[in-house]
């Protein structure tokens, strides 16, 4: 499946000093920083998100969620000291029933944004839960390069004793075979039913570990 990018602009220099959308925000929903800035506007920063991974869906639902939850937080009251000071120096009672009023609505309103902060919290702790599991379960890409070298460590490791084992001839034909995209993957299978026939045969000792060792780097099941 061919990847897709959905793209995001973020205030990096001046965001909003009440409510700021940050990277530590947004990169638990699959965000990426990239090197793009808006034309014009080099404040804003410009990320992008896969948007053919894996549960796509789910992770963008937990986005809203998260930043619904976000705009819901209320800013707390600031406390006038040149009020309060003058309603001490003239009444005393009423600055500080002020100050008192002040201090409970603050601390109602920060027990208010904790509690949505955990929620947010949780949720971005799944969305990365979720990531992780698609990084986990996305297939191990394995080049031609990688095969050629593998292939390469097989004849030649003291381990597979592939010369011992198959005899000089094999090893000099294995060695000189012109590898190719189109013959890789036979040449691989070849050569490991070569090498597992051999082994049975000559009642190879330690032959577990050897047919597990010639596996791991002639197929792609790791």
């Known amino acids: 499946m061919k990847q897709e990018f959905e793209t995001r602009a973020v205030n990096i ?9 940050t ?8 965000w990426v920083q990239t090197d ?33 939850l976000k705009n819901k937080k209320k800013i ?3 406390i006038n000291v040149g009020t309060l000071l003058m309603l001490f120096l003239f009444f005393f009672v009423p600055g500080f029933i002020y100050l008192i009023y002040k201090l409970l609505a603050r601390k109602s309103i920060n027990d208010y944004n904790k509690g949505l902060q955990k929620q947010m919290d949780e949720i971005a702790s799944e969305a990365v839960k979720i990531l992780e599991e698609n990084e986990a379960n996305k297939p191990v890409i394995v080049t031609l390069g990688d095969k050629k070298k593998h292939i390469q460590e097989f004849l030649y490791s003291p381990f597979s004793q592939f ?30 039913g070569l090498y597992i026939h051999y082994l049975e045969e000559k009642d190879i000792p330690n032959q577990k570990d050897k047919r597990e060792y010639a596996c791991k780097l002639l197929t792609d099941v790791k």
């Open 36 to 68: 793009a800035l808006v034309s014009g506007l080099s404040e804003y920063a410009i990320l992008s998100r896969d948007v053919t991974m894996h549960n796509y869906w789910k992770i963008a639902s937990l986005d809203d969620q998260y930043f619904d």
């Open 23 to 30: 990277y530590d925000d947004l990169e638990p929903f699959g």
């Open 163 to 192: 010369r011992y084992i198959c005899g000089e001839d094999m090893l000099e034909k294995y060695s000189n075979i012109d590898i190719s995209e189109e013959n890789v993957d036979r040449v691989r299978n070849d050569l490991l």
């Open 76 to 78: 707390p009251p600031r």
């Open 13 to 21: 220099t001046h965001p909003d000093p009440y409510n700021p959308v």
